[in-house]
Every structure is written in structure tokens, then in C-alpha cells.
């Protein structure tokens, strides 16, 4: 079975645009949530998704957007980015929304110049 | 309230040997405890997970060690291989407030076997 998948690998923007980013969870997953990773830390959560709905949301500022799509794949959108938003953005899927294990794509390097 | 903390910042273990990684946390809300392993360039992979009604949990070479009195838990790696060579993140999922799986990560731990 195919794991969780985002796209695109890498991307390269600069200060002031917008960026989507896209992810698609194990088949029968229902849980999509999204994760930030500078360099040398640990992932900080962003944005949980379940069922279409937004279910928790982390210390992030408005500039960061998600949704969820019927087929539950979901997008995370960045505007008006920064310097310090280059990291690694990760998606983990889950069969639900409570205390599930958590499965993590290879995640979107995004680098902003 | 919401932080784990994981030591030691990195290890060297020579091969064979066992590799230990310690967590801590304070909020006693924790009920779901998960450890992932990252390899350059990786998403985390899910390891071995925990929950606090279990003292110790064991798969494969891995093995989770829970105190729940003193808020920490450990992996144990047996016969550590140059293929464990990778970052190790402990992690908790706080259940009771409505947040679902926000996973709230350590500082992670940087591995490395020796042959």
C-alpha cells in the first residue's frame, strides 16, 4: 500500500508569494494533519484535519491556511511568506482523529530566498 | 506545560551495544506516547508507541520503558547497527483537550553506530 504522499518535493519561492502544498494520506485515512521542521528541531504541529473539518490548530499566524478535500487529501497554504518560513513541511495521516498513530510523508522542502 | 524533553542531544554507540534515549514531560494529560525515527532527507517513521496503562513494550530490537510517576520514558536500541544510524524523536499526544493527534515532539536525538 502507498504511504502518505506530498507534493512537490521541493520548492523554491521568494519573500511575499504564496505557496500550496499538497498531500495525500494512506488509503483509508480519514486524519490529515500538517507539520513544520526547521532545521535541527523537532516537527511543530500546524494543523490537524478530520472529516473536512478543522479539529486543532497550532501557534501558527493566519498566513497558514489548510483544507481538507472529500477524498481527504489535503492542501496547506502559505501566504506572504517570510524567511523563516523555509523548513520542511510534513503530512501524517491517521485512520482517525483521536490518539491514532500517526504515518508521515517525506514532507515538501521549501526554501525562500 | 506542553513540552517534552529529550536527552542526550546526540550518541555514539559502537555496534552491537545498546543506544538509550531519554523523554520527560510534565503535563500528566499525555496519554499517547510514540517514538519516530528520521534519516536524512525522511519524513519521521512511527517506531513503537506507548500507552501510560503499560510499563515497558517491546518490538524487535526497540523497547519503550515507561515510569509514569516520574513522567519519563526511554528507548532502548539492543544490538545497535550502523543502520539505526538516523535522528530519534520521542513524542506525546494529549487526548483530554479536544486537539486530537496534535503530537507534541522532542528536541530529537542524534544517533550514530560505529562498526
Known amino acids: 500500500d502507498a504511504g502518505v504522499t506530498q507534493s512537490p518535493t521541493h520548492l523554491i519561492k521568494t519573500r511575499g508569494q504564496h505557496v500550496t502544498l499538497r498531500c495525500s494520506p494512506i488509503?483509508?485515512?480519514?486524519?490529515v494533519s500538517w507539520y513544520q521542521q526547521v532545521l535541527g528541531q523537532g516537527p511543530q504541529f500546524i494543523f490537524q484535519y478530520y472529516e473536512k473539518e478543522e479539529r486543532g490548530r497550532g501557534n501558527f499566524p493566519d498566513r497558514f491556511s489548510a483544507r481538507q478535500f472529500p477524498n481527504y487529501s489535503s492542501e496547506l497554504n502559505v501566504n506572504a511568506l517570510l524567511l523563516g518560513d523555509s523548513a520542511l513541511y510534513l503530512c501524517a495521516s491517521s485512520l482517525w482523529d483521536i490518539n491514532q498513530p500517526q504515518h508521515f510523508g517525506d514532507g515538501t522542502r521549501l526554501s525562500i530566498l | 506545560q506542553q513540552q517534552v524533553k529529550q536527552s542526550p542531544q546526540s550518541l555514539i554507540v559502537q555496534k552491537g551495544g545498546i543506544s538509550i534515549i531519554n523523554c520527560a514531560y510534565e503535563n500528566t494529560a499525555f496519554d499517547y506516547f510514540p517514538w519516530y525515527q528520521q534519516f536524512p532527507g525522511k519524513g519521521p517513521a512511527l517506531l513503537i508507541a506507548i500507552r501510560p496503562d503499560v510499563s515497558e513494550k517491546k518490538e524487535g530490537r526497540f523497547t519503550i520503558s515507561f515510569n509514569k510517576s516520574a513522567k519519563q520514558f526511554s528507548l532502548h536500541i539492543m544490538d545497535s547497527q550502523p543502520g539505526d544510524s538516523a535522528t530519534y524523536f520521542c513524542a506525546a499526544i494529549d487526548g483530554a483537550t479536544g486537539t486530537a493527534s496534535k503530537l507534541t515532539f522532542g528536541t530529537g536525538t542524534r544517533l550514530q553506530v560505529t562498526l
Open positions: 488509503s483509508g485515512h480519514k486524519s
